[in-house]
């Protein structure tokens, strides 16, 4: 069964952190590359960070230097940790495979504001 529940958002202020995690099912984690993606309202859907299989990452410039992706391989779990988190931000998350397959799950909102 194809899964992918995506939690660890909320609000925070401009330059706070957050943590997002994804649980994926094996069929979308295992020996795939991941991706972090997100939606703002009124745009695209965008991708912010991928990770490979091995650990290699890339990111989008808008989130260099700020954001890390990583996974745990044990645990078919992809994170996003968030810093110094800006207004421009603020969107719906997502996790998928990369490059990303029909499915998405559900999200998890981010909104930065103070």
């Known amino acids: 069964q194809v899964q992918l529940v995506e939690s660890g958002g909320g609000l925070v202020q401009p330059g706070g952190s957050l943590r997002l995690s994804c649980a994926a099912s094996r069929s979308i984690f295992s020996l795939n590359s991941m991706g972090w993606y997100r939606q703002a309202p009124g745009k695209q859907r965008e991708l912010v960070a991928r990770?490979?299989?091995?650990?290699?990452?890339g990111y989008a410039d808008s989130v260099k230097g700020r954001f890390t992706i990583s996974r745990d391989n044990a645990k078919n779990t992809v994170y996003l940790q968030m810093n110094n988190l800006k207004p421009e931000d603020t969107a719906v998350y997502y996790c998928?495979?990369?490059?990303?397959?029909?499915?998405w799950g559900q999200g998890t909102q981010v909104t930065v504001s103070s």
């Open positions: 998928n495979s990369f490059p990303p397959r029909d499915y």
């Open positions: 990770i490979g299989s091995g650990g290699s990452t």
